[in-house]
């Protein structure tokens, strides 16, 4: 089954600097790449996503970038605020089905 | 919408006792997940159905563990008897099949003691 793998497991940045976090994947065949942001009591929150189809994407703050032929993917985080703190999870999956997840990345903003 | 709602939100039970989580996907969604959180593990994908049908129940720890999709709007995740070592979040979510991102509950804490 699909292996995901996510470095660095935790990751501080002052406010304002940008942070990255990348991921690798095993199966070729996985297509559906999402990252979600899990704040403390809560479930994770789905905030960017990728298809295989498609080499990067932007939103606002946020960018995913993925390499098909490395089979690894990451986020773009810039102007971080002290909000920006959580937990953030890589996932990977096949037509949206049996999704794996990253071990997760602890994103913390100095003010 | 209310998103996907989940109860309890915390349970502690003894062990050996039957425990029965509740979730209530998202209206319209075709496709149900439970996934288990620890330390130790991280999200672990549990079963999943599409269309209220099990298609992949692989993570299911052991057969103490149990779920079922009566209708479209109802599912359970049953442990049957539960351990210490169960204790973890337990989440369900829910999505459209296809090419869409999953919208998670906020999840049960399960304490077995």
């Known amino acids: 089954g699909e292996n995901v793998e996510q470095h660095p497991s935790t990751l501080s940045v002052q406010e304002g600097d940008s942070a990255v976090i990348k991921c690798t994947y095993s199966d070729s065949a996985s297509n559906y790449f999402p990252w979600y942001k899990q704040e403390l009591g809560k479930g994770p929150q789905l905030i960017i996503d990728?298809?295989?189809?498609?080499g990067e994407k932007k939103d606002q703050r946020i960018a995913v970038t993925l390499n098909k032929t490395a089979k690894h993917f990451s986020l773009h985080i810039t102007e971080t605020q002290p909000e920006d703190s959580a937990v953030y999870f890589c996932a990977a999956s096949i037509n949206n089905n049996d999704m794996r997840f990253g071990a997760g990345t602890r994103l913390t903003v100095k003010p | 919408d209310a998103g996907v709602i989940q109860s309890p939100r915390h349970e502690v039970t003894e062990m050996g006792q039957e425990v029965t989580l509740r979730c209530k996907p998202i209206s319209g969604h075709n496709s149900l997940f439970w996934y288990r959180q620890t330390m130790m593990r991280g999200l672990e994908l549990l079963i999943y159905?599409?269309?209220?049908?099990?298609?992949?129940d692989s993570g299911m720890p052991e057969d103490r563990f149990s779920a079922k999709m009566p209708n479209a709007s109802f599912s359970t995740l049953k442990i049957q008897p539960s351990e210490p070592r169960d204790s973890a979040v337990y989440f369900c979510a829910s999505s459209l099949q296809g090419w869409y991102g999953y919208t998670f509950g906020s999840g049960t804490r399960l304490t077995v003691v």
């Open positions: 990728i298809r295989s189809n498609v």
């Open positions: 159905f599409n269309n209220n049908v099990p298609i992949d």
